[in-house]
């Protein structure tokens, strides 16, 4: 059985809003990855199969290798159509917000959100979210966002209107979220609810390859040279560290997404349980950790990163120069392991053969 976790009273007047609104925006976090989309493309589906003019408005332009998840190509995006994303959601008369727990996630957006007094629905699974919201639907013990949308159908009898494309976006959010169900994915639940999916006839396997096995050739040689060239592990910290500056990501024709799962794969190393991607864009350095185990990196990168997340998953944003940003990361070693030695075991280009 799926449990109605979700507060009734909540649903309450979630139905009572859906109800007395025809023009309805969804939106996500920047850089929006797997469970962004698969989140709001899913509730855009099954909203429009009530009857609503749903239109899912993200802050920034889908990866390339997303583009496969259905109701992509017509996002209105707002660094590529400002114009008609500003109608969108002055227009609207409910606003949900997913897979993020404060405006600062959704960037120039908020700037365009905040003033507006329509209604605002959050329906999440981070941490510690802002109380900017009308309804807040805010779970982090659950997988993904996707997980969420489906027991907030579910909780309102609206499953029947989960088709194969909305089932669709839901699987590759509930797949993405969790790793390829390698980590938050220990509810039994969680199968019910992917057997749920299921039923509707998605094409699983197409699905899954396209998501977590399709990269393109840039992508992959990028991949293999941080990994080969760039990887500095920490042993005695059970940390790995990664660094790629603008010039390297040129060098591989880097486009948004190409280096999405590289800060996971120190973590197959036995003795690596924590893992630190730096990686310098135009106006600032984005920061992504994973971990293992009770070992929160969003601690971490809430106090030395501007940012946060969950306690394996979390990322956030650096001011400064890359050698600044490995500094941080320094100290972060110093700080939290105080006793110990934080030289490391350097790539194989920079080891010196005489
Ligand atoms: P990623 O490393 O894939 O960019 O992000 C992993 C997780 O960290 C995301 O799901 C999100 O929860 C969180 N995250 C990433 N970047 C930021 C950020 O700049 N600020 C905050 N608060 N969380 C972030
Ligand atoms: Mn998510």
């Known amino acids: 059985m799926i449990s109605p976790i979700i507060d009734e009273n909540k649903l309450e007047r979630l139905r009572a809003l859906i109800n007395s609104a025809q023009r309805i925006a969804i939106t996500c976090h920047k850089s929006p990855d797997g469970d962004a989309l698969g989140s709001s493309l899913a509730l855009c589906h099954v909203l429009r199969r009530l009857g609503k003019e749903a239109v899912v408005v993200t802050p920034d332009m889908a990866p ?6 259905p109701g992509v190509r017509e996002l209105v995006v707002f660094t590529k159509h400002e114009l008609r994303a500003r109608n969108v959601l002055g227009e609207a008369q409910l606003i949900f917000c997913l897979d993020f727990n404060s405006m600062k996630r959704i960037d120039r957006l908020a700037e365009v959100v905040e003033p507006l007094k329509t209604k605002r629905v959050l329906i999440d699974h981070h941490l510690d979210p802002d109380d900017a919201f009308d309804v807040l639907i805010s779970h982090p013990e659950a997988s993904s966002t996707c997980e969420l949308v489906f027991r907030v159908l579910m909780q309102m009898g609206l499953l029947r209107f989960m088709d194969r494309q909305a089932a669709s976006c839901l699987y590759v959010g509930l797949l993405t979220d969790t790793g390829g169900f390698a980590y938050s994915s220990d509810n039994p639940e969680f199968y019910e609810i992917l057997a749920s999916i299921m039923r509707r006839r998605i094409d699983r396997a197409t699905l899954y390859n396209k998501a977590m096995n399709t990269f393109s050739e840039n992508s992959l040689r990028l991949q293999g040279y941080a990994i080969n060239e760039k990887m500095r592990l920490f042993p005695e910290q059970g940390a790995a560290l ?16 190409d280096t999405e799962t590289l800060v996971n794969k120190p973590l197959a190393i036995p003795g690596i ?8 864009d135009a106006d600032r350095i984005k920061v992504s950790c994973r971990s293992q185990g009770d070992f ?16 394996n998953a979390a990322g956030g944003d650096f001011i400064g120069t890359l050698d600044q940003a490995v500094s941080v990361f320094e100290q972060v070693l110093s700080d939290l392991f105080p006793n110990t030695n934080s030289t490391d075991n350097q790539p194989t280009q920079e080891i010196t053969t005489s």
């Open 296 to 311: 929160s990196v969003s601690d971490i990168c809430a106090r030395y990163f501007n940012g946060g997340g969950h306690s």
């Open 273 to 280: 349980y924590w893992s630190v991607f730096l990686r310098e």
């Open 64 to 69: 390339k290798a997303l583009e496969f998840i």
């Open 242 to 257: 990664i660094v790629l500056s603008q010039e390297e990501l040129e060098r591989f024709n880097y486009s948004r997404g």
